[in-house]
């Protein structure tokens, strides 16, 4: 370890891209002075090779060519199990020297047991998800949840395409993440919906479904929340926190008029940090009451922060439609 | 894509063994008078290499350019004033006719066939060796769904060199 701490922060971190990160990270340390030409070419080489071989397994035996759409699909695959495994190591600048000094081929078989080791964890997940699922009519949540993650495990394929993206995670999760592809890209919405599944879990299926019934006056269309891919994470925590800093009971997932100008008599025309300081403390009061996993506990606090975002930038106009009262809508 | 792969740009290094492959040959083709010189031999990988990237294809195995210099050093039509141009054409034929049959018939099969032809009834033309023999070779896997042990009609008498 101790000669990794002589190059550590060389490579502009900023600059490197999660969906394109075998080849950032190259470049960077190209730049850098910490891979030469000689490597660069090495790698070259290696990559060329390497793709020539998986091209043999897959076409007709006696062809030495492959059309090139084919052979795309497969090089942004390696490309993409080569990434798994640099972002594996501590500092991209250990990732530069393990490039360095290791064969293409050897960190590609590594990649692949790192995308197999997490296709079994990713699957792992889903099996307790599909036991543990919040029961509510929103058609995207439990589209998703079920048969956007079966056809995942059905159609992908991580030894040739692991950089595709074979299905569309249709619920909009409402951590939105980096911008990821294959494995990588189903893993981060399976994690924020579990950690949003676990949360709903606390409340009551029918109170959940009476509060997003509200939706109707905003959206002006009857039981809007059904089909439309809304996320009803989002609603639940504000209603809950809304009615915890009223000293409210969060399980009646019900705001009613005065404690809705209770609590736009606290958020309206703050700041970012004035209204995250809201929050912060009803979400300590609220995670007391429930049921949580630390991981969600996390999730939380993310989530609280990209709200107080929102309010704190419209100025406190969104709130009636963060903080659903059925008294605002009518009227 | 410098920091990837450019399946275009083999690197550098394997340019030039594929350049060495193609004069490694000299020893068979001087027995037919034809000797390949660097220049000859750098302008066959070339010429894959437009053929390749102009019918969207990467090689990956033992190159093409190399089995149909020695195939068709043989032919009475080759010589060692046209050996890299008519080489550079038959490439262009027959990666076309990988494309249209969808890789379903063999490199060595095509380039029999290839040969039969060009030798035969096309008295060394590759455009009469692709009006008369390819299109009717595409048709043929194409619509008739023939499989290469069932083709018979263009490949009797065949010779090979390897």
New interface residues.
């Given amino acids: 370890m101790n000669n990794e701490i002589g190059f550590s922060g060389l490579i502009d971190k900023a600059k490197l891209q999660s969906n394109n990160y075998f080849s950032s990270l190259s470049k960077q340390a190209y730049d850098c002075g910490l891979i030469s030409d000689g490597d660069v070419e090495r790698i070259k080489i290696e990559l060329f090779l390497l793709l020539g071989e998986i091209c043999k397994t897959i076409t007709e035996k006696g062809t030495s060519s492959i059309q090139i759409d084919t052979a795309e699909e497969i090089s942004e695959s390696i490309l993409y199990t080569l990434s798994l495994r640099l972002k594996k190591c501590p500092s991209p600048e250990n990732a530069a020297k393990l490039l360095q000094n290791e064969k293409i081929g050897v960190l590609f078989e590594e990649g692949q047991k790192e995308l197999s080791d997490n296709l079994i964890n990713l699957r792992a997940k889903w099996t307790v998800l599909q036991r543990k699922l919040f029961k509510t009519q929103s058609h995207s949540f439990t589209e998703s949840a079920k048969e956007t993650m079966k056809k995942f495990f059905t159609d992908y394929d991580y030894k040739l395409s692991a950089h595709k993206n074979v299905v569309l995670f249709d619920y909009p999760v409402y951590k939105e993440g980096e911008k990821l592809s294959g494995l990588e890209y189903i893993s981060q919405k399976l994690d924020c919906f579990v950690s949003e599944n676990e949360f709903l879990n606390n409340f009551d299926s029918q109170a959940v479904h009476c509060l997003l019934l509200l939706l109707d006056g905003i959206y002006g269309e009857e039981a809007f929340y059904l089909e439309a891919p809304i996320n009803i994470y989002m609603y639940v925590l504000s209603c809950a926190l809304g009615l915890v800093m009223c000293e409210k009971d969060p399980y009646e997932l019900k705001i009613e008029r005065e404690d809705y100008d209770f609590i736009e008599s606290r958020l309206a025309g703050q700041n970012n940090k004035n209204v995250l300081l809201v929050l912060y403390d009803a979400l300590d009061k609220l995670t007391d009451i429930l049921t949580i996993d630390e991981k969600t506990r996390d999730y939380l606090l993310f989530s609280i922060r990209q709200l107080a975002s929102e309010i704190s930038l419209s100025n406190g106009e969104n709130l009636k439609s963060v903080f659903l009262c059925r008294d605002n809508i009518l009227s | 894509?410098?920091?990837?792969?450019?399946?275009?740009n083999?690197?550098?290094?394997?340019e030039k063994k594929q350049i060495d492959e193609i004069l490694s040959l000299s020893e068979v083709t001087q027995q037919y008078n034809i000797t390949l010189t660097p220049e000859k031999a750098k302008y066959i990988v070339d010429s894959n290499k437009s053929a390749?990237h102009d019918t969207?294809?990467?090689?990956?195995?033992?190159?093409?350019a190399k089995k149909i210099t020695l195939k068709f050093c043989s032919s009475p039509f080759v010589s060692k004033y046209n050996i890299e141009r008519v080489v550079e054409k038959l490439l262009e034929v027959f990666?076309y006719t990988?494309?249209e049959t969808k890789?379903?018939i063999?490199?060595?099969?095509l380039i029999d066939i290839m040969k039969k032809g060009f030798d035969g009834e096309c008295k060394g033309s590759v455009t009469l060796l692709f009006d008369w023999v390819i299109t009717k070779i595409i048709h043929e896997y194409n619509f008739s769904g023939l499989k290469e042990d069932e083709e018979t009609s263009h490949i009797e008498g065949e010779e090979s060199n390897e």
């Avoid at chain 2, 969207?56 to 093409?64: A, K, M, N, T």
């Avoid at chain 2, 063999?106 to 099969?109: A, F, K, L, Q, V």
Wanted: aromatic fraction near 16%; proline fraction near 3%; charge should be negative.
């Fill in positions: 894509m410098f920091f990837g792969l450019d399946l275009f083999a690197p550098g290094a394997l390749l969207g294809r990467i090689e990956f195995g033992e190159s093409v990666y990988k494309n890789d379903s063999s490199d060595d099969r």
